[in-house]
């Protein structure tokens, strides 16, 4: 498929490479968001493109040239899997791609788009980007109904087992859907215009008349007076972001924890923010995982970070903590920790115990920690704390110690007397404030450790 298709952002030249070779893929080099790419397009017909030999080697080579001259890849997907006529040639030719996608992952930035199905091992080279996109009549899965129906007798329609709502809600594959291949091609636009060309590159400046100086009024009234009252954390986000502008990713998996893109001050920032709407903001193996692969995406393209921080904790439970939660929790802490780019982190609200710790607190690396004066920062709450601590105490002295324990330790001065937190501001100071902390951090340089990778705790 050709992307010749006339946008301000888009150049329509194109220079073909390879495409004699007979085969379901085309690869060209293109002008996508201002930036030369390498796009590697599916072609449905006649084979419903089922990937042959010659085209895992196809893609191959067009990834390593995407490496060598640090052009962002770009990947039209639509295949059926593996060609069942090229037979064991045709998965090796498929291993052969996957290999160079993931050496290329972190190196240049990856986005995928779904515009129809991708089913069996071609399937995860979706997992291997960066960003994929979907639209409504795109599906995929490793094994489809057929498969389940026979291993698990449970029936499945293709729709619900890997459609496009299942991958972004269920699964977590699709980060961002739209409604057809147009506002795809748009979305991969947009994205690239913020990316920078590959990790050796610096996410762009880019001009604003929004003041850094503006003062954000609605914030000093967006925290509910009840402590188990919800807001929205967008609300925050585009309030103190450049224009109002924030690309979301992956809204509708883990909905209590928001990642995206925007720009403060003219320079882009990656955003993690806890949301109180959904879970109160608890943290549970989706989210986890979520935050911490964002946290690795801005990591390897060099986007400050900006951590919203208002949680009560991990979500707990029996079936949460036999599923790995001590090891997706971990994934959290574990990407931080390994993060380079500067980082800033806002305590909003709550901000208790193991949750405190992995949202980029001081003890975790975080550059700058900011608090509002509504922040509790503890171990636990006042509620959790009085059930331990009086459990043995008369109905009136527990709810005595709990007002005591609230005015004495869930307060941000505590943290900040210890230099926990640098600094605490008011809701209406807070754009000035990461603006000034970012502008002061875009110089800071990072140490490349001496192991060649780490054990991730997966």
Not at 262 to 276: D, F, K, M, S, Y
Not at 284 to 289: C, G, H, W
Request: one cysteine or more.
């Amino acid at each position: 498929m050709l992307i010749d298709r006339k946008d301000t952002n888009r150049s329509t030249s194109r220079l073909i490479l390879g495409n004699r070779i007979p085969g379901s893929i085309e690869v060209n080099f293109q002008e996508l968001g201002g930036k030369p790419c390498v796009i590697i397009s599916s072609i449905p017909a006649p084979n419903k493109g089922a990937l042959t030999e010659n085209d895992g080697v196809k893609i191959a080579s067009a990834i390593s040239k995407a490496v060598a001259l640090e052009m962002p890849i770009v990947l039209i997907l639509s295949t059926s899997g593996a060609s069942i006529h090229d037979g064991i040639a045709a998965l090796h030719g498929w291993g052969t791609a996957a290999n160079a996608l993931a050496k290329a992952s972190g190196i240049v930035p990856i986005i995928a788009g779904l515009f129809g199905p991708a089913v069996s091992g071609p399937a995860l080279l979706l997992g291997l980007a960066d960003v994929v996109i979907t639209t409504p009549d795109s599906y995929a899965f490793v094994s489809g109904p057929d498969m389940v129906m026979g291993y698990t007798g449970i029936k499945v329609s293709t729709n619900d087992l890997g459609g496009s709502y299942s991958l972004a809600a269920k699964t977590g594959v699709s980060y961002i859907e739209v409604q057809n291949v147009d506002e795809m091609i748009e979305q991969i636009g947009e994205l690239l215009v913020i990316l920078p060309r590959s990790t050796n590159e610096l996410p762009a400046f880019f001009a604003t008349n929004d003041p850094i100086s503006r003062d954000c009024e609605s914030l000093n009234s967006i925290i509910p007076d009840a402590a188990m009252g919800s807001y929205d954390v967008r609300d925050i986000i585009t309030e103190i972001v450049d224009d109002g502008y924030f690309l979301e990713l992956r809204a509708g998996w883990a909905p209590q924890l928001v990642v995206g893109l925007a720009r403060i001050g003219g320079n882009p920032v990656g955003i993690l923010a806890n949301q109180p709407r959904v879970l109160a903001g608890t943290l549970d193996i989706p989210a986890s995982q979520k935050g911490a692969r964002f946290v690795r995406f801005c990591d390897a393209f060099n986007f400050p970070l900006l951590s919203l921080e208002d949680t009560p904790g991990f979500l707990p439970g029996k079936d949460v903590e036999w599923r790995g939660m001590i090891r997706h929790g971990a994934e959290m802490a574990f990407s931080y920790a390994a993060c380079g780019v500067p980082r800033i982190c806002l305590i909003l609200r709550k901000a208790f115990g193991g949750a405190y710790i992995v949202m980029d607190s001081k003890g975790m690396g975080s550059d700058l920690v900011f608090a509002w004066p509504s922040a509790e920062i503890a171990v636990m709450g006042a509620q959790g704390a009085t059930q331990i601590l009086m459990r043995r105490a008369s109905d009136e002295e527990r709810v005595q110690y709990q007002d005591t324990y609230q005015q004495k330790y869930l307060t941000p001065y505590v943290a900040a007397e210890r230099g926990y937190v640098d600094d605490i501001i008011e809701p209406k100071d807070t754009r000035r404030a990461i603006a000034l902390g970012l502008s002061t951090l875009l110089t800071k340089k990072e140490r490349i450790r001496k192991a060649k990778h780490a054990n991730s705790p997966m």
